[in-house]
């Protein structure tokens, strides 16, 4: 498999999977099925969206391949029929989320990488493409972001994957073999925050000392 087919792959992966957390969120809404939808579709192509058009492709990836939206509209629709035999939709959510979250920053760094950027920029890509998809559908969906959930790894998750795909290029490695270890990476982090409490220091102000 070649770099250009792994990237659509992933592509593909990482629209189904976040589609089927987007469907989970208007679920927890109680959304209708055009708002499972319209859900399903903005969080599976939003991150690669914004991708495209900072990197200045040809065409984003959902305009010259249809069937990235029609995908998402399918996850969509089944899970408007079956979200009502999950007991825990929230644990769905965030387990789908983290799946979705290393497939799509592994796409995000091979688009970048495939369009023979820097290091500093496909990082930025990895993180962007993992990333705002998800942000996109917590906000419309009036959910507290896992983006910045306090005390979880999730932006450093997706930093630390696409990183070692950057390091694992500049060793020499071949770059299936750097993208399959981004999205393990990423998997792992963030699988180890969600299961183990995994979590980097957050910033707690401290009080102004009075002045007597």
């Known amino acids: 498999m070649n770099l250009a087919s792994l990237v659509t792959f992933l592509d593909y992966g990482s629209v189904l999977i976040f589609a089927l957390t987007g469907a989970l969120v208007a679920s927890?809404?109680?959304l209708d099925l055009v708002g499972f939808i319209f859900m399903a579709s903005l969080t599976a192509?939003?991150?690669?969206?914004?991708?495209?058009?900072?990197?200045?492709?040809?065409?984003v990836f959902w305009v010259a391949r249809p069937s990235y939206v029609v995908i998402a509209a399918t996850a969509a629709v089944v899970v408007f029929w079956t979200?009502?035999?999950?007991?825990?939709?929230?644990?769905?959510?965030?387990?789908?989320?983290a799946v979705a979250l290393s497939v799509a920053v592994a796409a995000g760094?091979?688009?970048?990488?495939?369009?023979?950027?820097?290091?500093?920029?496909?990082?930025?890509?990895?993180?962007?493409?993992?990333?705002?998809?998800?942000?996109?559908?917590?906000?419309?969906?009036?959910?507290?972001?896992l983006v910045l959930k306090q005390g979880e790894l999730y932006l450093t998750a997706a930093f630390g994957g696409a990183l070692v795909a950057v390091l694992l290029i500049w060793c020499g490695f071949p770059r299936f073999i750097a993208l399959i270890a981004?999205?393990?990476?990423?998997?792992?982090?963030?699988?180890?925050?969600l299961w183990?409490?995994?979590?980097?220091?957050?910033?707690?102000?401290?009080?102004?000392?009075?002045?007597?």
């Open 28 to 30: 927890r809404g109680q």
């Open 45 to 59: 192509v939003g991150g690669g969206t914004l991708r495209d058009l900072i990197l200045n492709r040809d065409a």
């Open 83 to 97: 979200a009502h035999l999950f007991e825990s939709r929230y644990k769905w959510l965030i387990w789908l989320d």
């Open 109 to 145: 760094v091979g688009v970048a990488i495939e369009g023979d950027f820097g290091p500093v920029i496909i990082v930025m890509m990895g993180v962007m493409t993992g990333t705002f998809g998800g942000l996109m559908r917590d906000v419309v969906g009036n959910e507290v972001p």
């Open 182 to 193: 981004c999205g393990s990476a990423v998997f792992s982090l963030r699988a180890g925050s």
């Open 196 to 212: 183990w409490g995994w979590s980097l220091p957050v910033y707690k102000p401290r009080p102004p000392k009075n002045r007597g």
